[in-house]
């Protein structure tokens, strides 16, 4: 991402400045943001009752963001399209904060993670997908998909964790 830094001040200060910011910078390359159903996140690889018990969230939101064995309903790719903007818009607005060295990258890329969150539960929510089959909708109720139990939109969380590389 490129970065422009303009500060009024002496040569002293803005060294100091870009020297805090560099540190930030570097402690954040160290994180990553894990949104979703993220493996380190609990209970979320383990059987799940709403699904009596047959299949874990990991698995149904495999299942459906592929379409395996169901109609592909790309709920994270959605989701995805909008958050590199996102993810722009809480850097811009942490942006002081980092430069002055009060920012906690962890807590910036939490707010990252929490907002998308939002947006991967918006995409399961709201995503114009090829309805369900007259057999799902008799036995679900409704035509409109991956909403039956609302689980896997609820279930949907982040964590910030050291990145794997």
């Given at each position: 991402m490129k970065m422009t830094v303009r500060q009024k001040?002496?040569?002293k200060h803005i060294r100091e400045r870009l020297n805090t910011l560099m540190e930030t910078i570097a402690q954040a390359?160290?994180?990553e943001i894990a949104v979703g159903?993220?493996?380190d996140a609990s209970g979320l690889g383990t059987p799940e009752p709403a699904?009596?018990?047959e299949a874990s969230i990991?698995?149904?939101?495999?299942?459906?963001?592929?379409?395996?064995?169901?109609?592909?309903?790309?709920?994270?790719?959605?989701?995805?399209?909008?958050?590199?903007?996102m993810y722009r818009e809480v850097m811009r607005g942490t942006a002081r904060q980092m430069l002055a060295g009060e920012a906690d990258p962890r807590k910036v890329l939490d707010l990252a993670?929490?907002?998308?969150?939002?947006?991967?539960?918006?995409?399961?929510?709201d995503g114009n997908w090829q309805p369900n089959s007259p057999a799902t909708i008799a036995r679900k109720g409704s035509s409109k998909p991956l909403i039956d139990t609302s689980t896997?939109?609820?279930?949907?969380?982040?964590?910030v964790r050291k990145a794997e590389r």
């Open positions: 001040s002496s040569g390359r160290e994180l159903y993220p493996r699904y009596d018990g990991i698995e149904v939101a495999i299942r459906n963001n592929y379409g395996l064995g169901v109609p592909r309903r790309a709920f994270f790719e959605e989701a995805r399209e909008g958050m590199q903007d993670g929490l907002r998308a969150e939002t947006a991967v539960r918006d995409s399961i929510a896997m939109r609820n279930r949907v969380t982040h964590i």
